[in-house]
């Protein structure tokens, strides 16, 4: 992932402190109460990482096998593999099939909106893929999550009322969240409130996403009593930045929850994927400490294959 990339010398100078809570998100939590069992699901944004072979993968796995074993270790996936095509029915049965077949606990995938939606059609005379998306996603049954609507940078405010009717056409029941990038989003006042006012009144979550070189990402607006956080990390020679930033998440997160925060989608990317298992790792134990979650940790594979103690990597 890219997006919000700084060179490595400059990681050092980005100031990573979260923002103080957004407008919006006082008026979600205005009248929102604690949970008993709040939700948590931490994964990655692709299951297809050749790195990952001995390291959680068995040595040796296929390509053709990587969700079989990634299923194992998450209790989600930010989808990205449908952003490119709409996705084939008969696929995500199959996905769904392996899914079943594998994975010991709950599971959900956070699809994406197919490009040919958001970055093509723009929103625009998009009933006949969308429709198509729908029903081919629908085929995840119980292990469909909420779908992901990510906008371009060159999707500015002018569009707003493109969004709005967008928003207000696609079926009331359906989990969605929106990212949008362009930078009159969050620099103007009034356009950040009217949209973030948008997505409360769809009942639509705003993500939030935290990289490095677009800090006006980290907006800290919920539009819903949850959220959907793409934490984008800079790698193993930052891996001490990545986790102190992960446990200031933890703190808000428990802020949050104290306030009526339901469900949580922390999805980890890095621009290199390969140490992305063990920052997840991270983000899953910080959680069942501190937050309540109950999530099992990722089990790593030593040098002989094995499964290697926990303890051990930390």
Same mark, same amino acid.
């Given at each position: ?38 939700d948590f ?32 270790h ?50 625009? =005379? ?5 429709? @198509?998306?729908?029903?081919? *996603?629908?085929? %995840?049954?119980?292990? &469909? +999550? ?17 969004l ?56 800290m ?28 998440w ?21 621009? =290199? ?5 063990? @920052?997840?790792?991270?983000? *899953?134990?910080? %959680?069942?400490?501190? &937050? +309540? ?22």
């Amino acid at each position: 992932m890219d997006f919000g990339k700084v060179a490595d010398s400059a990681v050092k100078d980005v100031d990573f402190t979260l923002p103080p809570d957004g407008v919006q998100t006082a008026k979600t939590l205005a009248h929102t109460q604690p949970v008993k069992h709040p939700d948590f699901f931490v994964g990655c944004a692709k299951w297809g990482r050749k790195e990952w072979v001995g390291m959680i993968y068995p040595p040796k796995t296929k390509e053709a096998n990587f969700l079989d074993e990634y299923v194992k270790h998450f209790n989600s996936i930010e989808l990205n593999a449908v952003f490119y095509s709409i996705p084939n029915a008969d696929l995500i049965r199959k996905w769904r099939q392996k899914t079943e077949e594998n994975a010991g606990h709950h599971f959900v995938f956070c699809p994406k909106f197919s490009r040919t939606i958001t970055h093509i059609k723009r929103l625009k =005379d998009a009933e006949v893929p969308t429709d @198509l998306y729908l029903s081919s *996603i629908h085929e %995840f049954g119980q292990y &469909l +999550g909420p779908c992901f609507l990510q906008l371009g940078d060159n999707f500015g405010p002018r569009n707003a009322d493109i969004l709005d009717n967008y928003l207000k056409h696609l079926p009331q029941d359906l989990e969605v969240f929106v990212e949008v990038r362009h930078e009159e989003w969050f620099s103007d006042p009034a356009v950040r409130s009217t949209f973030f006012e948008m997505l409360a009144k769809y009942k639509k979550g705003a993500v939030i996403t935290d990289a490095s070189g677009r800090r006006d990402c980290v907006h800290m607006e919920l539009t819903i009593p949850e959220i959907f956080i793409r934490f984008v990390g800079n790698g193993a020679a930052h891996q001490a930045s990545d986790f102190a930033r992960v446990d200031e998440w933890v703190e808000r997160i428990k802020a949050w929850q104290e306030k009526g925060l339901k469900k949580t989608y922390f999805f980890l990317h890095q621009h =290199d994927e390969k140490d992305t298992p063990i @920052l997840a790792n991270y983000t *899953i134990q910080q %959680f069942n400490k501190h &937050l +309540g979650s109950n999530i099992p940790p990722i089990k790593f594979l030593g040098d002989d294959g094995d499964i290697t103690k926990q303890g051990e990597l930390f």
